[in-house]
């Protein structure tokens, strides 16, 4: 949407859908001047997602996505939507089990990260997990291939930029301060 005229100044709800709410807040900046700041508020509760930093066999699993809004393809953790009343390490299991055909053996929750908090309110919980399984990547979600990385591996990958998806990076953060990694 292209915004001319003087509807740039327009402030109040600009899109809804049963997910998601998109606001265009009229503010009084630290300064004391007036402005417009953008928020994108989930409709449920936080927290909104899980990010799952799976091993399987002393391994980590990474998977190769592709992110519509950026028009990219990424090295990350599977992850995916807590809505209301579901709880996060179940829905750890439900993207195990669709993103990669895995099943979890064992969940221990590591963080809480704010991915955009400049925009969303959204936070994502950050699970370590042990696989009993891993199968095949669900190709309909953008997920073109499974990756099995060592520790050093994966700490190379993030040091040299291959993996730039900050829920990968803050759960690798945390395994490392809980000595997971």
């Known amino acids: 949407m292209v915004v001319s005229g003087s509807d740039w100044a327009r402030a109040g709800v600009f899109y809804e859908d049963p997910y998601i709410i998109l606001l265009r807040d009229a503010v009084i900046f630290p300064d004391g001047k007036p402005g417009l700041y953008h928020r ?3 409709h449920n509760d936080e ?4 990010a799952i930093l799976a091993r399987y066999r002393g391994e980590y699993v990474l998977v190769r996505h592709f992110r519509h809004p950026s028009r990219t393809w990424y090295l990350e953790i599977p992850r995916g939507a807590v809505g209301a009343d579901e709880e996060p390490a179940q829905m750890a299991r ?3 089990s669709e993103e990669i055909g895995g099943t979890i053996r064992s969940l ?3 963080g809480l990260v704010h991915g955009a908090s400049a925009l969303m309110r959204h936070s994502v919980v950050l699970v370590h997990a042990e696989l009993e399984a891993v199968g095949t990547p669900e190709i309909g979600e953008g997920i073109a291939e499974i990756m099995l990385v060592a520790p050093a591996e994966l700490e190379r ?4 930029g291959a993996i730039t998806d900050a829920f990968t990076i803050a759960a690798a953060y ?3 301060l809980r000595g997971l990694l």
């Open 108 to 110: 221990q929750r590591i």
């Open 94 to 96: 439900v993207e195990i």
């Open 40 to 42: 994108v508020i989930a």
């Open 47 to 50: 927290p909104t997602g899980v």
């Open 157 to 160: 990958l993030i040091k040299e």
């Open 174 to 176: 945390h395994a490392r």
